[in-house]
Structure formats: C-alpha cells, structure tokens
C-alpha cells in the first residue's frame, strides 16, 4: 500500500509542473468547475499507475491540473464510488496519494437527495457532519501509522475554519446557502420513501452515495476538509418524485457556478 501510494505520487510528480496545496474531488454534475481551471495540465486516470478507472455516466476521469483564480488546485474529475465494485481502498486511494503529494486542504462535492423540509432542489447544503452507513469502512484492516492513527477522532471531520468561511462568502455574494448532516450510503438504489423517513430520523439533512470514504481517509492523514452538496431531489414526506441519475445531473449542473464561486473564493482567501 505505502509502496503504491509513492509510485503513484512519484508518477504524477514528474508529469506536472507545479504540485498544489488544494484538491477538489468534483462529484456528480459538477465537473464543469474544471472549465473554470486555467492553465491546466490533465492526466488521464487509465495512465496513472495504480488508479482504478471510473465508468460511471457523468464522470469522465481525468486529474486536472492548474489555477483556480490565483491559486494552484489539483481537480479530480470523476471520483470511484463503492457501487461500482471498487472497495473502500480503490474509492479513497487518491485522497492518499493527494497527502502524498503535500496536499493538505481537501473540498469535496456531490449531488445529493435533500431530506430536510426547508430544502429546494438546487439549493447547495455546505456538510457540516456526517453519518457513515456504507457497509464497509475504509480503515478496516491494517493500519499504516505513516498514514495516520489506528484510531482517528472525527470531532470535526468538516474543519470549522473553512466552514465559517464559506458561509461569510456566501452571504457575501447573495448565495443561498443551506448547511447540514450528510448521510453516506452504498446506493445504486435511491431512497425508499421510508428510506428518506428513517434518514432524516436519525439525523440527516441529505443523503448520497460518495463523499464519506474520501472525507474519512483525508482525516485520517489530517487534511482539513470542506465539502458541499448539491440538493438535486427531495427526499422529505409529501414532495417525493421519481428520480433519474439524468436529473440528478441537469439540477447540479444548474446549481455548480455558485458552488464553484464559493470554492474558488474559500481557495483564494485561505
Ligand atoms: N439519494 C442518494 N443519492 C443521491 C440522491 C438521493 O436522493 N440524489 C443524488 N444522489
């Protein structure tokens, strides 16, 4: 594992110019914030060694690198999700070469099912926690102490810094900001109605199927971490739809330029 984490770094090393401190790992929908990224150098998952290559509709698989206004961010467009057949290792093992490379911030984003009544489709919700329900966590098995504890504290696994700083920002530009509990789960199904219920019970504003593996890992090795997602249907009692994954991708499209002015303003003020 530490001998693939180095090759894999080592690789991407001497292909780029210039390693960022900032990596965005951009979710469903909303790999058009790339488009915002200047100057940039990409690399093709299928050529960095040891990185699964993603399938899903919607992601295209590529890291990106380059300028997000004026500071150097590495994107990874296209993400790995568990219910693809990749395990917990595979889904977290770029946020692992990320911290390999001397990356030490981590934003995140996603497309997300809202099951908090206040909530419309395409409000962005800034996460400020989560409820880890995938059925496998990607810690299990050995731990490498380079990498981080056997057993890490996940107080603030959203660092509240960032958190704050983004909704400034956002109230600053006028742009709605919702905030709340993320639940993590394997999909590919969407939520029963009761399933949206249940959530929501115990806890949580939104549910998807990405983004926890990723934020476990990154605390793990002590990034600090802001992530966001994108409300693209509503799971609450009463306004529940049928949904398609075509939706779910036209309503984050319609809501990532904001999310992305917000990320690209945290980035430049950290
Ligand atoms: N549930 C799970 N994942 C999702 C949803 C949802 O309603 N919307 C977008 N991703």
Redo the contacts with the bound molecule.
């Keep these: 594992m530490l001998e693939k984490i180095q090759e894999t770094a080592n690789y991407i090393k001497q292909k780029v110019s210039e390693i960022p401190a900032y990596a965005i790992i951009l979710g469903?929908g909303l790999g058009e914030l790339a488009a915002e990224i200047t100057d940039q150098e990409t690399i093709p998952y299928e050529n960095i060694p040891n990185f699964p290559v993603s399938t899903v509709e919607g992601h295209s698989g590529k890291l990106i690198f380059g300028k997000l206004g004026s500071k150097r961010v590495i994107a990874m467009q296209g993400r790995f999700h568990f219910y693809e057949g990749y395990d917990m290792k595979q889904v977290t093992f770029p946020v692992r070469v990320f911290k390999a490379l001397g990356v030490e911030y981590l934003f995140v984003s996603n497309?997300?099912?809202g099951m908090n009544g206040s909530f419309d489709v395409g409000d962005i919700m800034l996460i400020d926690d989560h409820i880890n329900l995938f059925p496998e966590h990607p810690l299990r098995g050995k731990n490498f102490n380079e990498l981080g504890t056997r057993f890490p504290d996940m107080s603030e696994a959203y660092n509240k810094e960032l958190r704050l700083l983004a909704m400034d920002i956002a109230k600053e530009k006028n742009i709605k900001l919702q905030h709340g509990v993320y639940v993590g789960?394997q999909?590919p199904t969407?939520?029963t109605p009761a399933e949206y219920n249940y959530f929501r019970i115990i806890g949580g504003d939104a549910?998807?199927?990405s983004t926890v593996p990723e934020v476990i890992v990154a605390n793990h090795a002590k990034m600090k971490v802001l992530a966001f997602s994108i409300i693209?249907?509503l799971?609450v009692i009463g306004k529940i739809v049928e949904?398609t994954h075509e939706e779910?991708q036209e309503a984050a499209k319609i809501a990532q330029p904001k999310m992305a002015e917000i990320i690209r303003t945290v980035v430049e003020r950290i």
Excluded: C, R
């Design positions: 469903t497309a997300a099912g789960t999909g969407f939520e549910v998807g199927m693209t249907d799971g949904v779910v």
